[in-house]
């Protein structure tokens, strides 16, 4: 699957984020957020690769700038989000492990 045929199938959901693949633990979703992001702690660790755009990511208390091709990891149970990113912001984001997230 490609981002621009991920990003589609989004697109024709008319939603923030869509399923695209499932294996054992890991779940792969394509995420493309209108103007503001309002997704809250999730119960696995999680993996984000940023397909396209520019912006700031928030999780717990670090902010910093984000661009194409950059992998973003967030702890099981972090309170995260992205900011002020650009129209075409979009990214693969990964779910994987047990609830509570993976010993570090």
């Given amino acids: 699957m490609t981002p621009g045929s991920a990003l589609a199938a989004l697109d024709q959901a008319r939603?923030?984020?869509?399923?695209?693949?499932?294996h054992g633990s890991l779940e792969?979703?394509?995420f493309q957020p209108c103007g503001i992001d309002t997704?809250?702690?999730?119960r696995r660790?999680?993996?984000?690769?940023v397909i396209a755009g520019r912006g700031y990511f928030v999780c717990g208390d670090v902010r910093r700038a984000f661009g194409p091709g950059e992998l973003l990891?967030?702890?099981a149970g972090t309170p995260h989000h992205f900011?002020?990113?650009?129209?075409?912001?979009s990214?693969?984001?990964?779910?994987?492990?047990?609830?509570?997230?993976?010993?570090?």
């Fill in 15 to 22: 939603k923030t984020s869509a399923g695209m693949f499932r």
């Fill in 83 to 89: 900011e002020d990113f650009s129209r075409d912001f």
């Fill in 73 to 75: 990891f967030v702890p």
């Fill in 45 to 49: 660790d999680e993996l984000c690769v």
């Fill in 91 to 104: 990214a693969w984001v990964m779910y994987y492990g047990p609830n509570g997230g993976e010993a570090a």
């Fill in 39 to 42: 997704q809250t702690p999730h």
């Fill in 28 to 30: 792969v979703e394509i």
